[in-house]
């Protein structure tokens, strides 16, 4: 089999050496690059020429790239390479980086050309000044071939691998078997549904009800597609861990039933283990074994050397198949790197890839750049994608505040700080418009936009000083600037300035926040969908599909599917409270009722319920009445400040027969995405609509929805709040075995409006 690579590519995996180094460097940006190169070319003589187009054979490896420049009177190679500030701050990998690249097309341009010798060169570019440094050796081309043809070699029995990896997989998926005797009721339907988008290379969005097994029902047909649609990346992206974890234990459970034979006293039969490799990727923070030191050589022990170690410990991982985050946390303790990092490298071989909604759809996303250099073609499964609109929302919204910019300027130096004062000065003018008050404006200040690329500059041309001190909330402020920049540059009429007042102690002397607001992130997830092969968005609560497609950016063919619940309406018995108001002023008044009502229906069935409320405040108001009234009762409680170990022990109490109530706040950790089958939960009480708190950031995000779509209330508060409600009462019923109850705990779900929006198999009582 035959191969291509880029010239860059090979480099990556061939040549980078030495320390994994995070230290923050301005570089620069893509247009400053271009013009760089520009200026270096221009000064080059009559004859010169750039963007040489070269191509090399080794074996069954063709490898491809573009020189940037070559003197033919000199017979000189040149590589460009722009830069920031000091030259010797620059790093060892890429220093290596860059000379492997140089000779590999020194080698590539000698065969062409036959030459014996070259010169080559390679010239950085410093953009602030414009000074040009070359560093220049000799080579024959007879050393260039010889140092070629050792990378392509050790590249080609990667790929060979790769290649034997990849039919393998291909094979063992199109015969992939469901692990169970059959679908259950829904499942097919959704299971050919997803089937079809990903053969066909279409979007999906599909509403399929809790308890059907979506996760399976989704992961089985898209793998089964990756042979017959040439897929080469799964990826299945969550909002939460939870759902994180249910598509690895899912991925789990399917390689387990593809063994040959049936299982025997309930382990199955020794055989090869699905060619699949899965890879978990989870945050820096939780990944990381050294907290308290930096990411680099000098700091870091996982970190120094961390290139030169990591061939061996990319091999040892792959050889594992599945890459959760303790297989990856074991791998790189043996082969002594950085854990995090280590997952990040091994995206490039991985064939199903778990992580969260930011590595594909953020601003600055690795999978989806990483996707698009390489050409991969991906299928992204978007798990309870009821959430993605307003995470979408934050990553495409940018803040500032004053009292940082504050701090950074009584410390800084003074070309930054001169820059900071005429920000300063663009930003008070912004406070006087309407002190004390918070404002939205349809357009941005552009004064306050041209002064924030000020403070950039300067600040880059600090921070590219690496003698200097470094200053962390200076650096702090510079990434907050250069988002909110960023996001300046798409501001458009999906999107909102506004100026929110902070309290201070001197009255007299006005601080505020500055938000650009993304409302409608559609405009900016609409790329993310093109680019993929195909999207599959799936949750129990995707109604009305207008909203979703308008907010996500769907293309116009979508395919948008309802699958109906195997679930029969005796199973659940649903009641609304009317005589209960959860209204904010009416809380206190409502309290007895509420927890008497809640009482009732303990002392009636005694079981695991959970109580979901609106707020901390509300649900400590509810649970200190009901413990004091009914003592007796084994009661546990949401806190503000739970870590994923705790919210683990939370969930741990809800066992098979126990006797209980959780009190938890809607839409937050245990609403959903958590599996408590049979007599594990029984009941739910709902003590809110879950609609947004009424306030003027929401009034004007209303007010937009209203301009653009004539749906502001609905858009703004309905469907987002009884989204939250549906899939909180969707953790009672989860087979077609399960009974139980869901209190609807406020008068307004008898309005008509709001019945609308809740599940049609429901029978109300």
């Known amino acids: 089999m035959s191969y291509t690579v880029a010239v860059r590519t090979l480099c990556e995996f061939t040549a980078k050496r030495g320390d994994l180094d995070l230290r923050f460097t301005p570089s620069p940006d893509a247009s400053e690059g271009r013009a760089g190169h520009a200026a270096i070319a221009a000064r080059r003589p009559t004859g010169y020429e750039t963007e040489i187009a070269l191509t090399g054979v080794f074996g069954t490896l063709t490898v491809r790239g573009r020189a940037d420049g070559y003197d033919p009177a000199r017979q000189r190679l040149e590589e460009f390479k722009t830069y920031r ?22 080698a590539l341009i000698c065969e062409q050309l036959g030459l014996d010798a070259l010169e080559l060169a390679l010239v950085y570019y410093e953009i602030g000044s414009g000074r040009e440094t070359a560093l220049v050796e000799h080579a024959s081309a007879q050393q260039l071939r010889a140092e070629f043809e050792s990378q392509c070699a050790r590249f080609i029995a990667w790929a060979e691998q790769e290649s034997a990896h990849r039919a393998a997989r291909d094979l063992a998926l199109a015969a992939l078997r469901l692990p169970h ?48 649609a040439g897929i080469d990346k799964v990826l299945f992206l969550s909002a939460k861990s939870p759902g994180r974890q249910l598509a690895l234990d899912a991925l789990d459970t399917l390689a387990a039933a593809q063994v040959d034979g049936e299982a ?110 390489n050409q991969w073609r991906t299928s992204v499964l978007v798990d309870e994608a009821h959430n993605l609109p307003e995470r979408a929302r934050a990553m495409y919204s940018a803040e500032l505040v004053q009292t940082r910019l504050d701090a950074v300027r009584r410390a800084a130096s003074a070309p930054v700080k001169r820059a900071l004062t005429r920000l300063a000065r663009q930003w008070n003018a912004q406070n006087a418009l309407q002190p004390h008050a918070w404002r939205a404006s349809e357009t941005l200040p552009e004064g306050l936009v041209a002064a924030l690329g000020d ?52 009255a007299k002397r006005t601080r505020s926040t500055l938000c650009i607001r993304n409302i ?41 599917v309802e699958i109906g619940t195997p679930f029969r309406a005796e199973q659940l018995d649903v009641r609304i409270a009317r005589d209960i108001s959860t209204r904010y002023k009416d809380r206190e008044r409502s309290l007895d009722a509420l927890v008497e009502r809640v009482a009732r229906q303990y002392d009636a069935r005694p079981g695991n319920y959970l109580c979901f409320f609106s707020s901390y405040d509300y649900l400590q108001l509810a649970a200190d009445a009901f413990v004091a009234r009914h003592p007796h009762v084994s009661t546990w409680m ?8 705790q919210q683990q022990a939370f969930v741990a109490r809800f066992v098979e027969g126990g006797c209980g109530i959780g009190f938890a706040v809607l839409g937050g950790a245990f609403g959903e995405g958590i599996d408590l089958p049979g007599t594990r939960l029984i009941g739910t009480f709902i003590a809110t609509l879950g609609m947004p708190q009424v306030n003027p950031v929401n009034e004007a995000m209303r007010e937009r929805m209203q301009s653009l779509y004539g749906a502001g209330f609905d858009y703004t508060y309905l469907i987002p709040g009884l989204r939250k409600v549906v899939q909180a009462a969707g953790r009672v019923i989860r087979t077609e075995h399960d009974r139980g109850v869901v209190h609807l705990l406020d008068d307004r779900f008898a309005r008509p409006d709001v ?11």
């Open 85 to 106: 500030g000091d030259l010797e701050a620059m790093r060892e990998n890429q220093r290596a980086l860059h000379w492997a690249q140089l000779r590999v097309y020194g």
């Open 181 to 228: 005797a059959t679908f259950r009721e829904g499942q097919r339907d959704l299971a050919e549904a997803v089937w079809r988008a990903a053969t066909q290379g279409r979007c999906l969005l599909i509403e399929a009800p809790t308890g059907i097994g979506k996760t399976i029902g989704t992961l089985f047909p898209q793998l089964k597609a990756c042979a017959r």
């Open 264 to 373: 025997r006293d309930g382990e199955p039969r020794d055989a090869a283990p699905l060619p699949l490799r899965v890879l978990e990727l989870v945050a820096r923070d939780k990944a990381c074994e050294h907290p308290d030191l930096a990411c680099h050589g000098q700091s870091c022990p996982l970190a120094r050397g961390f290139y030169d170690r990591l061939p061996a410990a990319r091999a040892a991982a792959l050889a594992r198949v599945r890459l959760d985050r303790a297989a990856l946390r074991e791998v790189a303790r043996e082969h002594a790197v950085c854990p995090y990092y280590l997952g990040q490298e091994l995206t490039r071989w991985s064939d199903v890839i778990v992580g969260d909604y930011n590595y594909y759809f953020d601003v600055s996303a690795m999978l989806f750049m990483l996707g698009a250099h």
């Open 455 to 506: 403070v950039i500059a300067a600040i880059g041309d600090q921070l590219a000083q690496p003698a200097l001190v470094r200053d962390a909330e200076l650096e702090r402020f510079y990434f907050d600037a250069l988002h909110f920049v960023r996001m300046a540059e798409r501001f458009d009429a999906q999107s909102i300035f506004d100026v929110t007042p902070l309290a201070t102690r001197d």
């Open 520 to 560: 409608v992130p559609a405009g900016a997830l609409r790329a993310r969908m093109a680019a993929a092969h195909s999207v599959t968005l799936f949750s129990a609560t995707l109604a009305p599909t207008r909203y979703y497609a308008e907010m996500l950016g769907l293309p116009a063919n979508t395919v948008n």
């Open 638 to 645: 949401q806190s503000r400040t739970m870590d994923e170990a």
């Open 755 to 765: 019945r609308a929006l809740l599940p049609a198999w429901w029978q109300i009582g």
